[in-house]
Structures are given as C-alpha cells and as structure tokens.
C-alpha cells in the first residue's frame, strides 16, 4: 500500500491561490489514478479532481477552470493548485491513490479555509 502526505493547506482570502502537496512513499509504482476529494463542514466528502499515470486529467464541475491537478513521478508526489478560490471551497482535502490492484490508500487530509 502507499502512504500519502499532505501539505500546504491555510488560510486564504476568496479570490487567492493555495497549493496543496501530496508526498507517496511505499509501492508508488503500482499507483495508477491519484487525485483529490474535498469535504465542506457539515458535508459528505467529494470528489475534486484526478490524474492519472499517463497524464490525463478530469474535474468536478464545481472546481473546473480553477484548480489544476499535476503530477511529478519522479518526486512521487501530485499537487492541486487551486486558484480563484471561494468561500465554498472551504473544507478538508483528503489526497488518495488507486494502484493498479489493491485497496486505495488516503492520505490525513489538509485544511482550508476561504474567507470573504
């Protein structure tokens, strides 16, 4: 299995830029699809954005044209920068990794938090 970090979640006015982080150590080369859900207090956890070994990417309607998901296999890490941010994209976002066989692995999850 993969264990997964996450880092670089604050607080930000709405308007700004966070970059969150999401550090593999373990099988990393089993990893297949890697990618980002979100949960808004109050809400059940959602999915915001993938990206798979090969590059292709895909987003939820609410985050796209805002955030970018990328991916350095050679840091095993992936990275959503989230720009244009709104208050509604206040939450806790969790990083996870599909191997190519296996259960998914989750990393602790990062907070942030958008004020108006």
């Known amino acids: 299995q993969v264990q997964l970090v996450e880092s670089g979640g604050g607080l930000v006015q709405a308007g700004g830029s966070l970059r969150l982080s999401c550090a593999a150590s373990?099988?990393?080369?089993?990893?297949?699809?890697m990618g980002w859900h979100r949960q808004a207090p109050g809400k059940q956890r959602e999915w915001a954005a993938l990206i798979t070994s090969g590059g292709t990417t895909n987003y939820a309607d609410s985050v796209k044209g805002r955030f970018t998901i990328s991916r350095d296999n050679a840091k095993n890490t992936v990275y959503l920068q989230m720009n244009s941010l709104k208050p509604e994209d206040t939450g806790v976002y969790y990083c996870?990794?599909?191997?190519?066989?296996?259960?998914?692995?989750w990393g602790q999850g990062t907070q942030v938090i958008v004020s108006s």
């Open positions: 373990g099988s990393f080369s089993r990893v297949n699809v």
């Open positions: 996870f990794a599909d191997a190519y066989s296996g259960p998914r692995s």
